[in-house]
C-alpha cells in the first residue's frame, strides 16, 4: 500500500469533481452509529389455537443496541411472566399460550438504545380475542297477525373480524330473503310485513368468524301469524285475509334509519375504505327501495347496490364521494325518504418524512416532518424516544422542523416524528451520525474484473468516509486521473469504463482522501473477446410438411468456455432444452430442427448466447410457405341467358402471393357431382365474367392457386340455371368406316352435354355421290352412326351432318368426302425383275396395277421369295416362304439376307386396306457364291516341344465350292504381345488337320483357321495352346457350348490313355466354380479289349445308371439357379446387364451361340492380314422392305440378321496336368 500511496509515473489521468458517497452508503457496522430498527411487528392477534405468538423487534448500531419495552405506555418487563422467552441480543420475544392470556393485549412498543442514541418502532397492538358466544336466553315467542312488520334480532357476541351471518332453520336451510324478508348489516332479521308462511319455531341466527374458525348459534326463535278476523265475519278464509291485508295496508315506514334519527343522518368513512349506506322499511304493500345522490360530484357509474336495493356499495372511497344521498322507500299507499350527509376523512400519510444520514463535524442539519390526513394530523418531535423539550433543545424546532448548526459528535441521535389524527398515528425516524473518520474502502484489494470487447467494465470501490471523500481512479504506473470521455466515475465510486478495447486490460488503483486521511485499492482488468453469433439460414422459406435445420454458429473467448450457453426463443418465448409439442421442434445444442413444419411454427426464432460477461443474440425468421386457404362467400351477379359474374373472398395466402384462380363447375342435368374446370383467372383478381352454355344448371367453386399449389376448393356457389337454345356447332369427325365392300357406314363425334343446347337432341345426315348430279339424301338419327349398305365398291360421297334440338337447327354444316367399302385389289403387279448386287441382296422391280384395279386405298407392295435349291449340292429344299412389305406406291425394293449360292423364286403382289390381290407369276434367280462361315472348331493335338497337330471341322455353311483353308499362327505372352503371323494355305478343300512344325519349345502360339472359296475367306476359328518342355507331356484345355436343352455331349478328339478333368459351368463363367467336375480316362489302344465284356456286367450297369442320374440331378439344380432371376433368358438378361467381364471369357470360349435364328447381324470383322472382306451396296436402307424378321425398322434402318446356331470350340495349351471342358448350358 505504501508503494500505491507513492508518486510513480503514471499516464493516462482525468481528475473527478468532489463526490459525496456517504450518505448512499449505508454506514459499516465496524463505525460506531445509532441503532436503527431493521424489523418489527405490527398487529396482530392471538389467536386460541396457535401453540405462541411472537412479537419482533430488531435493530442494528455499534455499540450493539440494548432493547426495553413498554406496553400501555408503561414500562414492560419481559421477564414479568415466565410464559415470556426473550431472545438474546435481540428485542423479539415469544408468548407462549399457556393459561389465560388476556392480561397480555394491549400496545407495544420497541426501545433500542446505546451511548449515541436511542431507537423508537411503531406501536404493536396484540389483541387477544375471547371465545365468541351467544348467550342462553329464553326467547319468547312473537304472535302477530297478517300483514305486521316484525324485527328479529341476532345480537351476534364480538370477535375478530370480518363476520358473517346466516339465517338458517334447524335443518341448516337458508331462510328465503328478498324484497320483503332481509338482513340488515346489524344481522338482524326484518319482514316489511308479514305472511302466514312465515309462521315458523326454528328461526336460527348464525355468526361465522372465519379468523377464529368458529360459528355459533343462537337459540331458536318463534314466529306466529294469525289471520284478522272481526267477530262478525264468518266469511271464507280468503275473505278474510283479503279484509284483513284491506285494514293493514299503510305508506313505508323507515326501520333502519329509525324514525328517531330524523330525516337526515351523518356517515363518516374512510378514504379508501368502502361506504355502506342502509335503508329498511316496512309497510304494505312491500315498499321498494331507490337511491339517488342530491349534492356533490355525481358517481361517474350507477352506485351498485346490495340486499334487494337496500343498501348502498361505494368500493375504494374518494373526496369525490363525499355529498347527500337519499334512499326512497315508496309504495302505492305513499313514499318516505332519509338523507345521508357523507363525510370522507382519512388517516395520516406522509408528504415528507425526516431522512437522517451521516453528517461531519461543523456542517448543519435541517429535518422535515409533514403529515396530511382528515381531521389534519398533530405532529410531535421526540428524540431518542423522548419527546423534545424546547427549552433544553440547542436547535430550533417547529412543528414541521428541527434544525440544527454547527453539528458535534455528541449530536449524533435518533429524531423521530409521529403524526396522528383519531383514525392513526404513523412514526418516522431519521438517524443522525455525526462522524469524524479516514475513507474506509468496502471493496476489498486486488479484485479481478473482466469484460468482453466492446462492452463496458465496471470496477467497484465502495467508500465510506466522513467527511465525505474525493475519489479518483489511475491506470497502470501513471498517478494522473483517468479522463477521457470514456471513463465515468458513478456515485458509489464505481469506474465504468465504455467500449472496453484489449488495451483496456491492466492494473488500476482506486484513491480515496479527505481531511482525516486516505486510502487505496488496486483492481485488475482483463478484457475477453467479445461472443459473435450468426443463425443460418437467415430466414428461410420453407414448404409445409418440409423439414428445417437452424444452425447456431457461434465465436466466443476460450477463456468463457466454462460458462457459455445456447438456448433457443421463438416470438421471445423460450424454448425447452430436449424436444417441445411432443417432438415436433427438437433442440440438440446449437441446433433447431423441425422435421415437419406448421403454420403454427412461422415466426422469428432467436438463438441466445450467454457467458459470465456478455449475451449475443442472432435472429431467424422462419417463413412457412403453404397452398392458399380456400376462397369464400362465392357470389352471383350481372346474370345474364349466356354469362354471369362470379364473385369471391380470397383465402389467406401463405407467404405466397396468388398467381391464378381456377373456376370450376358441376352441373347436375348431364354430370351430377362430376366437377371440370371451366376457366382460369390469371392474377389475383377475385371476380370474373363466366361464359356459360345453355340448359345448364350450373354452381360453381373456385380454387386458388399460388408457387406452391392449389389450395382446396372453395364452398360451392348458389344454383345458376341457363334457358335452352338452339345448337351452336355441327358434330365434328366426320368420317366414314366400312367392313364390306358394299356397305358405307357413316360416323362422327357426337356433341358433348354442355354443346346440346336444348332438349331433342338428333342429328341430321345428308349424302350424295360426288361428281353425280343429284338431290341430297337425308336422315334423321339420335345415335352417332348411320350404315348405308348396297353402295358401289369404294365411290366417293358428299356427306353433311347438322345438329338439331327442340328449339331449332345448328349451323349450316361443311361438307366431307367419304369413301364406300372397299374390296381387295383385282390386279397382279406386271414386269418383275430382279437384279443381283450380291451375294445375299437383291433389288426387285415391278409395274404397279392400275388405280382402278385398287378398289381402296392402296397400301403398297409385298415381296415374297423362298428358296429352292442349293447349287452347292443341288438339292431340293421345302419352300419356306418370306416376305417384305414395301410401303406406299413405288415399283422397286431391296431384299436382303439371302442365302449365297442358292436358287430363288419370287412373286410381287399389292395390298389395300381390305387385304392383299393375286400375286405376280414367280421370278427365278440364283445368288452366286460367297466366303464360307466360321469353321465348326479348332483343336489342338499331340503337343510336342517344336510341333502341334491342329484338328479343325467344315464350316457350317460353305457358301460355295471351298478352294482350301488358310492356317495362320503367332507367338504371344502373358502381356498379350504377338509375334509376326506366319500362314500356311492348305489347297487340298478335304485336309482337316495339320501338323505345324519349326515351332519353339515351351512357347504359348496363336492359331487360326478359316475356310474360302472363289470369292474369298471367312471368319477364322482360333485357339491357343503351349508347346511343350523337353521331356514334358503336351497339355490342352478344350471348351465346347452345349444347349441348355441337351441332355448329353460327345467330346471328340481325344488321346486314348489320357486322364482328363471335365466341368460343367453356367454360361456366365466368370468365376472357378463349376456344378459338376469329375476325372476321367481314356482307354489306351492296348487294353481296349479288357473293357470289352464289361458293359454287360450288372454293377457296372447300376454305377452307369447312378452316375447319370446324378448329372440329370446336377443340371436340374444348374437351370433352376440360371431362371431363379426372372421369367427372361439368361441371354436376355446378359443383354440388358451385360458383364465385360463375362462377355470377354464368352467370345473367347462360347463363341456366338444365338438363341434365335432372328438375332441381328454382326459386323463385317477385320481378318488378320488387315483385310476388310463385307459386301457394300450402294442402295439407300429405304430400298428395303418390312419383312416377317423385322429385319427394318419404320425409318428404314436396318435391324435384320442372318445368325444361326453358331457353336466354336477352342483347344487352349495352359502347361497343366488336367485338361477342362466347360460345357456353356
Known sequence: ??????????????????????????????????PTITEQSHTQVAYPFDEDFTIKCEARGNPQPIFNWTKDGKPFDLLSDPRIVATNNSGTFVIQNRGIITNFQGKYRCFASNVLGTAMSEEIELIVPSVPKFPKEKIEPLDVEHGDSVILHCNPPKGIPPLHIYWMNIDLQHIPQDERVSMSLKGDLYFANVEENDSRSDYCCFAAFPRLRTIVQKMPMTLKVSRFKHANDSGSPNAAVTKANFIKERKPRLLIPPESAGSSSSVTVIKGGVLLLECIAEGLPTPHLSWVKITGNLPKDEPETENFGKILKIDQVTTADEGTYQCTASNPMGRVKHEFHVHVEEPPQWIKKPEGGVYSVGTNLVLLCEAIGNPEPTIQWKLNGMPIDSRTFRGRISAREISLTNLQLQDSAVYQCEASNKHGTILASANVNVLNIAPLILTSDGEN?????????????????????????????????????????????????????????????????????????????????????????????????????????????????????????????????????????????????????????????????????????????????????????????????????????????????????????????????????????????????????????????????????????????????????????????????????????????????????????????????????????????????????????????????????????GPEPNITIGYS??????????????????????????????????????????VSWWKTKSMLDGKRHHPEKHFLTFVGDRNYGMIPGLEPFSEFRLTVLAYNSKGDGPESSPVVFETPEGVPEQPRFLRILNFDKDSVTLLWGLPKKANGHLTGYILQYQMINETHEIGPLNDVSVTNRSTLSWKLSGLSSSTKYKFYVKACTVKGCGKPVTEEGLTMAQGSKGIGKISEAVKPTQKFHPIEALEPGTEYTVRLVTKNWVDNNSIFEDVIETRGRAYAGIYDGISTQGWFIGLMCAIALLTLLLLTICFVRRNKGGKYSVKEKEDLHPDPEAQSIKDEIFGEYSDSDEKPLKGSL????????????????????????????????????????????????????????PLHA
Open 1166 to 1221: 477385320q481378318s488378320i492380314n488387315g483385310d476388310i472382306k463385307a459386301t457394300e451396296s450402294a442402295d439407300s436402307l429405304v430400298d428395303y422392305g418390312e419383312g416377317e424378321h423385322g429385319m427394318f425398322n419404320e425409318d428404314g434402318s436396318f435391324i435384320g440378321a442372318y445368325s444361326g446356331s453358331k457353336e466354336k470350340g477352342s483347344v487352349e495349351s495352359t502347361g497343366s496336368s488336367t485338361a477342362t471342358f
Open 821 to 862: 367399302g372397299e374390296d381387295v385389289p383385282d390386279a397382279a403387279p406386271s414386269g418383275v425383275s430382279v437384279d443381283i448386287v450380291n451375294s445375299t441382296l437383291v433389288k426387285v422391280f415391278w409395274f404397279g396395277i392400275p388405280r382402278d384395279r385398287v378398289r381402296g386405298h392402296l397400301r403398297g407392295y409385298k
Open 1 to 34: 500500500m505504501k508503494m500505491l500511496l507513492s508518486t510513480k509515473g503514471i499516464t493516462i489521468c482525468l481528475f473527478f469533481f468532489l463526490l459525496s458517497l456517504a450518505a448512499a452508503i449505508e454506514i459499516p457496522l465496524s463505525v460506531a452509529q445509532l
Open 449 to 809: 474484473y473482466a469484460a468482453v470487447v466492446g462492452y463496458s467494465a465496471f470496477l467497484h470501490c465502495e467508500i465510506f468516509a466522513s467527511p465525505a471523500a474525493d475519489i479518483r481512479w489511475t491506470k497502470d504506473d501513471s498517478i494522473e486521473p483517468l479522463s477521457t470521455l470514456r471513463y465515468e466515475l458513478n456515485k458509489n465510486g464505481t469506474l465504468e469504463i465504455k467500449e472496453t478495447t484489449k488495451e483496456d486490460s491492466g492494473s488500476y488503483a482506486c484513491w480515496a482522501a479527505n481531511s482525516v486521511g486516505k486510502r487505496a485499492i488496486t483492481a485488475n482488468l482483463d478484457i475477453r473477446d467479445a461472443t459473435k453469433l450468426v443463425v443460418t439460414p437467415k430466414n428461410p422459406r420453407v414448404l409445409k410438411s418440409h423439414s428445417i435445420l437452424l444452425k447456431c454458429q457461434a465465436e466466443y473467448d476460450s477463456h468463457l468456455k466454462h460458462s457459455f450457453k445456447l438456448s433457443w426463443r421463438k416470438d421471445g418465448d423460450e424454448l425447452p432444452v430436449n424436444s417441445t409439442e411432443g417432438g415436433r421442434i427438437i433442440l440438440d445444442r446449437d441446433t433447431l430442427f423441425i422435421p415437419s413444419v406448421t403454420q403454427e411454427d412461422q415466426g422469428v426464432y432467436m438463438c441466445v448466447a450467454r457467458t459470465s460477461l456478455d449475451s449475443v443474440t442472432a435472429e431467424s425468421w422462419l417463413i412457412v410457405l403453404d397452398v392458399p386457404d380456400p376462397p369464400e362467400d362465392l357470389q352471383l351477379s350481372e346474370n345474364q341467358n349466356r354469362s354471369v359474374r362470379l364473385s369471391w373472398k380470397a383465402g389467406a395466402s401463405h407467404n405466397s402471393p396468388v398467381n391464378e384462380s381456377i373456376i370450376e363447375f358441376e352441373e347436375n342435368r348431364w354430370e351430377p357431382g362430376r366437377w371440370q374446370e371451366l376457366t382460369r383467372v390469371v392474377g389475383n383478381h377475385t371476380t370474373a365474367l363466366l361464359s356459360l352454355a345453355p340448359y345448364m344448371n350450373y354452381q360453381f367453386r373456385v380454387l386458388s392457386v399460388n408457387a406452391v399449389g392449389r389450395s382446396q376448393p372453395s364452398k360451392p356457389s348458389l344454383r345458376y340455371a341457363t334457358p335452352p337454345a338452339a345448337p351452336d356447332k355441327n358434330p365434328e369427325n366426320i368420317r366414314v368406316e366400312a367392313s364390306e365392300p358394299n356397305e358405307m357406314v357413316m360416323k362422327w363425334e357426337p356433341l358433348k352435354p354442355m354443346e346440346r343446347n336444348g332438349p331433342g337432341l338428333e342429328y341430321k345426315v345428308s349424302w350424295r355421290q360426288q361428281g353425280v348430279e343429284a338431290d341430297w339424301n337425308e336422315e334423321m338419327v339420335k345415335k352417332h352412326s348411320l350404315t348405308l349398305r348396297n353402295t358401289p365398291t369404294f365411290v366417293p360421297y358428299e356427306i353433311k351432318v347438322q345438329a338439331v334440338n327442340n328449339l331449332g337447327s
